[in-house]
């Protein structure tokens, strides 16, 4: 009996297949470039008409973009249901950016007790890996670095915790993550020995979690999270009364006060 020979639309479903599952679990990142077309290719064992036919079928559903004429990319997945407009609400509001940092508190904690209770040696290892470039920018006084590396260990903290709602979730959200955390850590910065407590926080949440304990991790990410709305919502009370002072001196603008 003769074998019956895959119709190469068929093999190009399950190369859609395939890198949309890779897509789905988180291990194809948005924006992320594929291999150029000869290598993928090779690496998935099929023609190179059938993966064109593949990756043709992500592309109609919005899972894969062209990139600056360099080929294929991740799209950037949940960014337009998350909207810029909102982005500006939460950012530009203070009521709102408090309920942005109240979900990430209730969202983070609970996503580093589950990478606590789930994460395998190669998330340890990645976690490990982050924790050390933030404690090498924060040596080198290079809070850019830092920042970065920082938005990086929330989101593998995310990773690990293998939940892919949450992950996709979050990654929708990192880069209104990486803006709040670049931008959070502007102000903080202006509190004396701020830079040392969220290095020290950042080591305690990773601890636990490397340390499988998920009671302290998430223990860990609350205090975190804590510190940083009420340090903030201190900074921006300061600012405010500063102002009125201001205004208090100046009668307002609108008046012949002498200065």
């Known amino acids: 009996m003769t074998g019956t020979a895959i119709k190469p639309e068929k093999a190009a479903e399950s190369v859609a297949r395939h890198i949309e599952a890779l897509i789905l679990e988180g291990t194809l990142r948005p924006d992320e470039p594929l291999l150029p077309e000869r290598e993928l290719a090779r690496r998935l064992n099929v023609s190179r008409p059938t993966l064109r036919d593949g990756l043709k079928m992500l592309q109609d559903k919005g899972l894969l973009q062209t990139g600056d004429g360099k080929g294929l990319r991740v799209a950037q997945l949940g960014a337009a249901a998350i909207s810029d407009p909102l982005l500006m609400l939460l950012s530009g509001r203070a009521e709102l950016a408090d309920d942005y940092l109240e979900f990430r508190d209730i ?28 404690e090498q920018a924060h040596a080198a006084a290079e809070p850019d670095r830092e920042a970065e590396a920082d938005t990086e260990l929330h989101l593998l903290i995310y990773e690990a915790s293998h939940n892919l709602v949450l992950l996709q979730i979050m990654r929708a959200l990192s880069g209104n993550l990486r803006r709040d955390v670049i931008y959070n850590r502007g102000r903080l910065f202006s509190v004396p020995g701020t830079r040392d407590r969220l290095r020290d926080q950042h080591h305690a949440i990773a601890l636990a979690i490397i340390e499988r304990n998920a009671e302290a991790a998430h223990d860990a990410a609350h205090r975190h999270l804590t510190y940083i709305h009420r340090t903030l919502r201190e900074i921006r009370q300061s600012e405010a009364t500063l102002d009125v002072s201001r205004r208090r001196d100046a009668g307002g603008g609108l008046t012949a006060r002498s200065s």
């Open 107 to 134: 969202v983070e904690c609970q996503a580093a007790a589950l990478a606590a209770k789930r994460a395998n040696e190669v998330d340890l290892r990645r976690i490990q890996t982050c924790l050390e470039r933030i």
